[in-house]
């Protein structure tokens, strides 16, 4: 507790080192003084990190990524997993989530090749029965982009240190504000929640 601070407490009007004797600049300086030590150990870890594992980019280049199976979709019977790549499909090469829908939209209950890196490792191929939906075919799936690192300069790293706690801040705020607009709870999680995603 910081000397002065406490209104409960007598405090010597006199002396000059007391927090409730000083001006209002110093007091405020004091009071962001938490806030930002957190902002300064957020930037040290993200260029830790950034500076040891390289800074995250879109691979344009790469294969999709499985980021959802549906429960009881052709995929999940088929054992697509989360974080599977998906390479081909019908002999056409998946980068992106357009080119798989694509190729599955007009293959509704029509037998498909699909070619599945897990882990580095290639899969033999599996074949998936798109289901048909509204006389499209799906396979229950959601995917993303791959995502590679890049080495970046000491200054990319500095200015990147400083810029994305800011950012990581912000979207946090707005989902605070988008749950109050919603009126819902929907994604809030508690201690629970968070030793179970840990542990998945």
């Not at 500076?51 to 980019?57: D, K, Y």
């Not at 294969?63 to 697509?80: I, K, R, Y």
């Not at 293959?107 to 090749?113: L, Q, S």
Request: glycine content about 10%; proline content about 7%.
């Amino acid at each position: 507790q910081i000397d002065g601070m406490n209104p409960a407490e007598e405090n010597d009007p006199d002396d000059p080192a007391l927090y409730c004797n000083k001006g209002i600049f110093a007091r405020l300086c004091v009071v962001l003084a938490g806030p930002f030590a957190n902002y300064a150990a957020a930037s040290v870890m993200v260029f830790a990190l950034y500076g040891i594992t390289g800074i995250p980019e879109v691979d344009p280049d790469g294969p999709m990524v499985v980021t959802l199976v549906n429960a009881e979709s052709p995929a999940q019977q088929a054992g697509l997993h989360v974080g599977d790549e998906v390479l081909e499909a019908n002999g056409v090469a998946i980068h992106r989530v357009e080119d798989l829908v694509a190729v599955t939209r007009e293959r509704a209950v029509i037998p498909t090749v699909y070619r599945i890196r897990r882990r580095g490792e290639l899969l033999e191929p599996l074949t998936i029965t798109p289901m048909n939906q509204d006389g499209r075919g799906i396979i229950g799936i959601t995917g993303g982009p791959s995502i590679r690192h890049v080495d970046a300069s000491l200054g990319r790293l500095a200015w990147l240190s400083v810029e994305r706690p800011v950012v990581f801040t912000a979207l946090q705020v707005g989902g605070i504000a988008e749950m109050f607009r919603r009126r819902t709870l929907e994604g809030l999680s508690g201690t629970p929640q968070m030793v179970q995603m840990v542990a998945e």
